[in-house]
Structures are given as C-alpha cells and as structure tokens.
C-alpha cells in the first residue's frame, strides 16, 4: 500500500487557496504535485469541485489520461496528452474558485485518481460521464482541498 499524495506550493490542505487562482484573480490552476501512484497506474483523473455551491457540487476542472509519469501540473499548464472536460462553467478548461460574495468559505476539492486504464472519453465530456468510465478501473484515490471566501 502506498501513500498516495496530491498536494500543491500554493496551499496547504485545509488552506485558503490564493486569489491569483481565482476568479478574481488570474483564474489559473495552482501548481500541484503528485507523490506515490499505486502500483499499476496507466493514467490518472483529476476532478476539482466544490461541494458548497448552492444547487448541486460545481464542477471547476476534469482533466484525464494523465501519464502517471506526471509528477506535477505547473502552475496555468495541463499536463502533454492530458484531456480537459466539461466544467459547469460550461467550458473545457480549469475555472478557478468563484462563489458568491458574503457566502461563508467553500471548499474546493481537488480528488486525483489512478487508474489502470486510459478512458475513452472525448474532451468535453462532463462529470458523469467520467465517473461512469472512470467505474471499475479506480486504483487508489488521495484528496486535497483549499478553501475559498469572497468578501
């Protein structure tokens, strides 16, 4: 068993995440890194989202087949081959913490997971659909969060 790990520079785990990651900010991903894959991982998923938003958990960032060679994602930078979907934003791309202003902090879940298997998803596709071929192929799963407050 490993002790598989997501963590990033910009935050701790718990932490607030800096406006430059943001929408009042520069609106780029944090710079994340990845430490102690499960062995047998072929690909890695990472979905980014806040369970707090008012309706149902807004989706900020679906990105998979990930090369589980990648060790980090630099900061504004999708790793080479890596596939973006659908965010509830409604745009194939990472969008930063925005939740309404006065709302108490939001949580901002960063869940990385391996996989022994690359999907065969289209870009684009939304977050159920990469649940669903994500099912049966899931290695080991290690979460980070950051929290995120408009004033």
């Not at 690909?43 to 900020?60: E, G, N, Q, T």
């Not at 902090?105 to 659909?129: C, E, I, N, Q, R």
């Amino acid at each position: 068993m490993t002790n598989f790990i997501l963590k990033s520079s910009a935050f701790r785990e718990g932490g607030a995440i800096p406006v430059k990651h943001t929408c009042d900010g520069d609106d780029v991903n944090p710079f994340l890194e990845i430490k102690n894959a499960p062995e047998g991982t072929v690909s890695f998923a990472l979905i980014v989202d806040d369970p707090d938003a008012p309706r149902s958990a807004w989706v900020h960032w679906l990105v998979w087949n990930i090369s589980p060679k990648t060790q980090y994602f630099s900061e504004d930078h999708l790793p080479d081959d890596a596939v973006q979907g659908k965010t509830s934003f409604g745009h194939a791309k990472y969008g930063g913490p925005c939740p309404p202003r006065g709302d108490q902090p939001h949580h901002y879940v960063f869940t990385l997971y391996a996989l022994d298997a690359m999907l065969g998803l289209p870009a684009g596709a939304d977050k159920a659909a990469l649940l669903a071929a994500m099912e049966g192929h899931i290695l080991g799963q290690t979460v980070l969060t950051g929290m995120y407050q408009r004033k």
